[in-house]
C-alpha cells in the first residue's frame, strides 16, 4: 500500500457477443457482460518520466480473450458470496483499508499509514461495509465492489467461470485500440472541459470537489465506454491483474487508477498505470473485472 494508490494495437477488438460457451457455473452464460477482442500485437507500458514501473513501451502479442466491460459490481459479488459462503481476506483479517476523507466526522479513531495518513485501518469495514460497520451498499449495487484481495478475485473468477485478465490483456482492452494515447478516449485528460473518469478534482487529500460527478465510487458503467466497449478502465477502482508485479518479485499487481487519483500526487488514471499490492492487501478503491479464454 502506497501513496494515494491502493492502479491496441493491430488486431483491434470487436463487440462480439458470444452466447453459447460452456462452462456455466453460476447458472448463466459464462461470458455474459464481457467483451471478446480479437487479440493480436498490442502496446503495453509507457516512457513517462515519471512513472518508470511502466517502463519501457512495448509490443506484446496477446491472443483472443474475452473480459468485462465492467467491474465486477456489488450486487454480483453478493451473488458470489450467497451462492459459497466465500469469505473475504477483509472479513479474516477484521480490517480494510478506508480512505479517511469517506469517514463520517465522529468516526471513532483509527490508525493511519504513516506515509500515506488519508489511508484508515477501518475494524469492520469489507465489501458489504466499505466504509466500516455503520456503513452498507444501499444505492450502491452498481458500483465495484471492493475491499477484495487478489484470492477473492480469484475466488469469483473461478465460481463464474473465468479467470482475472494478465496485464497485457488488461491493457490491451484498457487502451481500446488507441495504442500511443494515455486515455482510454485520447492524449486529453478532459476533453473540452469534460470529464471521462471518477477521479479526484481538488487539492488531495483534504479537498474532492467532486467535479467529475462522484466521490468515492461511482457506478461501474458511469462513464462512456472506450473504442472496445469497457467502462472504467481508467479511474473509479484500481483494478487487480493475475500475474507478477515483476520478474521474480511475486507481489500482485492492478490496473488503472482510482477515484483518489490526482495529479497533484501521481498521475497513474491512464492506461499503462500499475501499483504493487501483497496478495492478501484489501482496500476501498480496489476491485477487479474479469476474463474468459474464448
Ligand atoms: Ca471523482
Known sequence: MSGCCSPSGPGGGSSIRVADKPGVLRGGDRLDGLVVLAGGRTVVGSSDPDHPEEWPAREVDVAPFAIGRCAVTNDEFAAFVAATAHR???????????FGGLLPDDFPPTRGVAAAPWWREVHGADWAHPEGPQSGLDGRGDHPAVHVSRRDAEAYAVWWGGRLPTEPEWEHAGRGGLAAAPYPWGHELEPSG??????WQGTFPADDTGADGWRGTCPVDAFPANGHGLHNTTGNVWEWCAGAWGAGDPTGVSRGGSYLCHASYCRRYRVSGRQPHSLDSTAGNLGFRIAADV
Open 88 to 98: 473475504t481476506d477483509a472479513e479474516r483479517h477484521g480490517w480494510s483499508f478506508v
Open 194 to 199: 469534460e470529464h471521462r473518469m471518477n477521479v
